[in-house]
């Protein structure tokens, strides 16, 4: 025992040196930006003459936050944006999952026509969206009208609240793809026989998917969950191309406004305090993310 344990010590040590210089690449890359973002955040710093002016403030950029109308705005814009998609994504994606997975679904047809969405770049979804939802002669619009569900073109883009759902549903149309095929990777990984075994035991199919699919993939939703909101506090290229944070703010989240505080305003300090709001999120979803990740060790029967 004490030699397999010395053995694991000096395998662990070698890995470790082995790992070494990716991990001081990976602290020159991503330690220095993070370290220095939140050194900034407790700046106030002004551009003057084409001089950087800066002078120590403490927490009073993050004070700001929690006091500025806009930001409050913005944080309850985004805490609506990212429950509602990731209720939405999530849902809709094992729907499809469950779709993909019976015997009618399996065509590589419909897998295929799946992805698209998700293949588009981010950029390219954006703009596509942007003349679908025109209101002059978007596709939307003439689709809808032929069909007699609307009598005249909509604005979809032209209020508040119209305008926050709408970008919301199309961050969701991109987003299903990914979280239905990892729905669908759990789905498979499920024995069979213990759907025969419910079957003969007298189960119908909402009892089957509640005591037996659902338990099963636990993990792929959970991780599913985590990484959704993930990237639901990054979204950035859909409002910069659609609204730019209009119409009267109602589609700004966080991430917007820190890119709007620090290059149109050019108040650097508050828009790096922003984005170490919207950074200290997402780490802390990562380390759930990891942690679903992680192996479980069982424990031996006594």
């Known amino acids: 025992m004490r030699a397999f344990q010395t053995y694991e010590r000096r395998r662990r040590s ?138 005249h073109n909509q604005v979809w883009l032209g209020t508040p609240t119209m305008a926050l759902n709408v970008l919301l549903l199309v961050d969701v149309w991109k987003s299903i793809p990914f979280v239905a095929l990892l729905m669908l990777a759990g789905l498979q990984q499920v024995p069979k026989v213990l759907y025969r075994a419910a079957y003969m035991d007298g189960a119908g199919s909402f009892q089957t998917f509640v005591h037996i699919t659902l338990p099963s993939i636990k993990t792929a939703i959970a991780i599913a969950v985590v990484l959704q909101t993930i990237w639901s506090l990054r979204v950035f290229d859909l409002i910069f191309v659609l609204t730019r944070g209009g119409p009267a703010d109602a589609t700004v989240l966080l991430n917007f406004l820190a890119y709007r505080v620090t290059f149109n305003f050019l108040d650097l300090g508050y828009g790096a305090a922003i984005a170490n709001l919207v950074f200290a999120a997402t780490f802390i979803l990562a380390i759930i993310y990891i942690w679903l990740l992680k192996p479980r060790r069982r424990v031996a029967a006594s």
């Open 14 to 151: 070698a890995g470790a040196a082995f790992v070494a210089p990716a991990l001081a690449v990976l602290a020159l890359i991503l330690a220095y930006p993070i370290l220095d973002s939140i050194w900034l955040a407790l700046q106030r710093v002004t551009l003057k003459a084409g001089q950087v002016e800066r002078t120590w403030v403490g927490a009073e950029n993050f004070h700001r936050l929690f006091n500025d109308e806009t930001a409050l705005r913005a944080i309850f814009n985004t805490a609506y944006f990212s429950i509602a998609e990731v209720v939405l994504v999530v849902g809709i994606g094992l729907g499809v999952a469950l779709l993909l997975n019976n015997a009618m679904g399996r065509s590589g047809f419909f897998r295929v026509v799946l992805v698209i969405p998700w293949a588009i770049a981010p950029v390219a979804n954006a703009v596509l969206w942007k003349w679908i939802l025109n209101a002059n002669y978007g596709v939307l619009n003439g689709v809808l009208t032929s069909l007699g569900l609307i009598e």
